[in-house]
């Protein structure tokens, strides 16, 4: 494995490398946020546990939560980059 990918088998067993976007932890679980390259603005919000076994999040209030804290941690990113280009 890639260092900053994972790899995916899709619906039809064809392996997709995906990039980590980022990693969090919360309500006691591990989640990683990933994007195939060339496609950044999908996202894929992830739960892994510790033997390396990803699932996909199905709860909709878990995706809300998900979605929250992408957007507090790309606004952060945003924030970072004007206070680096000052």
Do not use: C, R
């Not at 039809?12 to 980590?20: A, L, Q, R």
């Not at 999908?42 to 199905?58: H, R």
Request: hydrophobic letters at 30%.
């Amino acid at each position: 494995m890639k260092e900053n990918s994972i790899f995916i088998t899709d619906d039809d067993g064809k392996e997709i490398e995906m990039k980590i976007y980022f990693t969090f932890d919360a309500n006691d679980k591990q989640y990683v946020i990933v994007y195939e390259e060339g496609h950044e603005d999908e996202l894929y919000p992830l739960i892994y546990d510790d033997e390396g076994n990803i699932y996909p999040v199905e709860d909709e209030e878990e995706m809300e939560m998900i979605d929250e804290i992408v957007s507090g941690y790309e606004g952060a990113m945003n924030d970072q980059d004007e206070k680096e280009k000052e």
